[in-house]
């Protein structure tokens, strides 16, 4: 793996950083929130360590600004010395996707920083995705339908992505929950919440809705405009 660590505690930072680089892993670091947002932004990693003390921006503006101005969705595993249950609530809030409380043991980091890769997809899509009049760049983030560009937020970018993998396939609610939220999911209406958000910006920007519902199955993304929804 390809990870980051925004740490500012130097030792911390490079017991991480010589851990993670002995077991074969490419480790950059910033011992700021907005060095390590820059390279967050610039460079593409498959996991981030980010601390929430930061000086300059906290960890919880930084993963704002991945997650909402970037649309950045790399995996964050967030470190904080309180273990308190409303510093984890704002971490997820802000769009973390795991949570560390120090003093904590290497491997179980390293162990997350996997399953968080994993349940990611486990790599970096760089092929443009094209259905019909649709296409998703993973590279630039930029969604064009019937040449309109289209604004996504994070979550629906992640589930337009998941059903443009395979163009005609019907996903089950369960797989487009797991691709998406993982094992994190809010409630059981989250999943239609978004595909009515989704639907309703294809819409307005192609003319028309390419995402079919399937009923008593799932969802699809088919190539015409003669979609039963």
Not at 14 to 35: E, K, M, P, Q, W
């Amino acid at each position: 793996m390809r990870v980051l660590i925004i740490e500012d505690d130097a030792t911390i930072c490079a017991n991480i950083y010589d851990f993670l680089s002995a077991r074969g892993h490419a480790v950059d670091a910033a011992g700021d929130g907005v060095t390590g947002l820059h390279l967050a932004v610039r460079d593409p990693f498959d996991a981030i360590v980010l601390d929430i003390g930061l000086p300059g921006m906290d960890g919880i503006k930084v993963c704002e600004k991945l997650r909402v101005e970037a649309h950045i969705e790399t995996p964050v595993l967030m470190l904080t010395a309180r273990d308190l249950l409303q510093d984890k609530l704002q971490g997820f809030d802000c769009g973390a996707d795991d949570y560390l409380v120090k003093p904590f043991a290497l491997k179980e980091l390293e162990a997350r920083l996997i399953a968080l890769h994993k349940r990611s997809g486990g790599r970096v899509t760089t092929k443009t995705l094209v259905a019909g009049d649709l296409s998703l760049d993973p590279r630039t983030l930029e969604i064009r339908f019937a040449k309109a560009p289209v604004k996504l937020t994070p979550k629906c970018f992640r589930l337009l992505e998941a059903l443009m993998r395979e163009p005609g396939r019907v996903f089950s609610r369960a797989e487009l929950e797991s691709a998406v939220w993982g094992d994190s999911l809010e409630t059981s209406d989250t999943l239609r919440s978004h595909m009515h958000l989704l639907r309703r910006a294809l819409a307005e920007s192609g003319g028309y809705d390419p995402i079919e519902t399937v009923h008593g199955l799932g969802y699809r993304v088919v190539s015409n405009a003669s979609v039963q929804t």
